[in-house]
């Protein structure tokens, strides 16, 4: 297991925030605004903190607790929208348009990715330079998959590694499933899934902006995608406590109870060397508290006429 719960932040998400907030400010940003199923707000208002910038999170009213926790106490603005993610994203564009803020949400700057890319540099060096046959990840906005095949490509262009490439295993949510159809489908894109609902909130990405670099990262690989049941992810995440992996998320679980499709149907071998990526902390994962702000309609007149003079003010 690579234990991305580990990070500053805890989760996979401190990787890609670091590296764009870094640069943001310096390319002169002072207000930096993105949408967040969760724990991307929570990294991106810790990092803007540390950097001395104003954020803006907008997240789904719906969003764990820690996570909205993690944005106030690190002083950003947390917006909570009655909408999924793909709506928190319409917000955030139109605060970016009208304000000036600088819009960091998935795919939409290139430097989240490079980020994320040092999760595939890691593997590469913690392995001695050997990749692993099969990479299993829980795929939401899925920029985990593309950052790591870009940082296999360039390894192997810098003579660090051969040719052989791991096989890319992307596993979803039954109920939030669009990577998992356009690939069962054989198309390079994948249409938004209707009403998303799922309680791994990491996965409740109805449409990901980077859908055919995900799509091409499995098929080139020779990987595959699958979805799981909600209760195949509580019931794993139960099991892997009890196997002494500690609490982990429910994203995690949903890898792992994918990792056992996977060696069941024979796409991945028992003698395989297989990375599973624990992607956040369990405790991240627990309902929204009862302080949470107040969400706002998913209205784009009301956004103008009363959440826009917030930040002209």
Known sequence: MKRESLNPTGSFKARGMAVAVSRAVELGSKHLVAPSAGNAGGALAAYAAAAGVRATVIMPSDSPAANQ??????GADLLLLDGLISDCGKLARLIAEETGAFDLSTLKEPYRVEGKKTMGLEIAEQLDWRL???????????????????AFAELESMGLVGTDRPRMF?????????????????????????????????????????????LDAVRQSGGAAVAVPEAAMFEMQRRMGSLGLGFVSLETA????????????????????????????????????????????????????????????
């Open 69 to 74: 926790v993690e944005v106030l106490v690190t």
């Open 132 to 150: 692993p046959d099969a990479i299993v990840y829980p795929t939401g906005g899925g920029t985990g998959v593309v950052g790591m095949w870009k």
């Open 170 to 214: 992307c596993v979803q949510a039954e109920g939030c499933a669009p990577i998992v159809r356009a690939f069962e489908e054989g198309s390079r894109f994948a249409t938004s899934w209707e009403n998303a609902s799922t309680a791994a909130s990491g996965l409740r990405v109805p449409s990901a902006v980077g859908d055919f670099l995900i």
């Open 254 to 313: 949903a890898a792992a109870a994918g990792l056992d499709a996977f060696v069941k149907s024979g796409l991945v071998g028992r003698r395989d060397t297989v990375l599973l990526f624990d992607t956040g902390a369990g405790f991240k994962s627990e309902p929204p508290p009862l302080n949470a702000p107040r969400p706002i309609p998913n209205d784009e007149a009301f956004w103008r006429e009363r959440v826009l003079p917030g930040f002209r003010a």
